[in-house]
């Protein structure tokens, strides 16, 4: 069932397999709920809790996440077609996006600690201003992405495609922690 130009405050429960288009969810707590096989359209989740939320072929087209707590969800179960998203000031810690193709999506000022970004297409991508501790990268197509503004990134170029990514001077540590080298400024 197609749902259209609603907002949702304060509700803990969807119907899903419904389709949401152009929805706003206001300080709602899908933490542990099952939104499988739901389609989020060009809608927006302000102060939301979707902690360990499942969202098995969960459609997100143009989603915007703000404010929301969405500590373990695993967005690589979600319907990964034309999967695009923006995440603001959100906690996305432990959070797995293994595999997936990114290129639409932007993170700005959230805490990803321990999330897995292994083997993503993240190619010219934003990530700034994130706390990236723990994060992992690996065989990730970070070309062109931008970092600058992000904290405590480590990442192994020899394991990442880097070309053209933008890091500040103050990262450089994190790009060369695995040689055990001391930079001093």
């Known amino acids: 069932m197609l749902i259209a130009n609603e907002t ?23 933490s ?10 060009e809608s927006e989740f302000l102060d939301c809790n979707l902690s360990n939320a499942k969202l098995n072929e969960t459609s997100i087209l143009d989603v915007s996440f703000k404010n929301c707590k969405m500590l373990g969800v695993q967005f690589d179960r979600s319907n990964q077609l ?14 797995t ?4 193709k990114l290129r639409q999506a932007t993170f700005t000022n959230s805490n990803l600690e321990g999330a897995d970004f292994t083997a993503a ?29 992000s904290v405590r990134l ?21 790009l060369l922690l695995k040689h055990n080298l001391r930079i001093e400024g």
């Open 154 to 174: 480590q990442i192994d170029p020899e394991l990442t495609r880097l070309a053209k990514a933008k890091f500040s001077m103050a990262q450089l540590p994190g």
């Open 82 to 95: 034309l999967f695009s998203a923006t995440f603001e000031n959100c906690q996305l810690n432990d959070c």
């Open 97 to 100: 996006f293994y595999e997936m």
């Open 32 to 41: 542990e709920g099952n939104l499988s096989a739901t389609k989020f359209i």
């Open 8 to 30: 949702f405050e304060k509700v803990s429960t969807l119907d899903n397999r419904n389709e949401y288009e152009c929805c706003t969810f206001i300080n709602c707590d899908f």
């Open 121 to 149: 297409d993240m190619k010219d991508i934003k990530i700034t201003g994130c706390d990236l501790f723990n994060t992992s990268f690996d065989r990730a197509n970070l070309e062109g992405a931008d970092f600058r503004m």
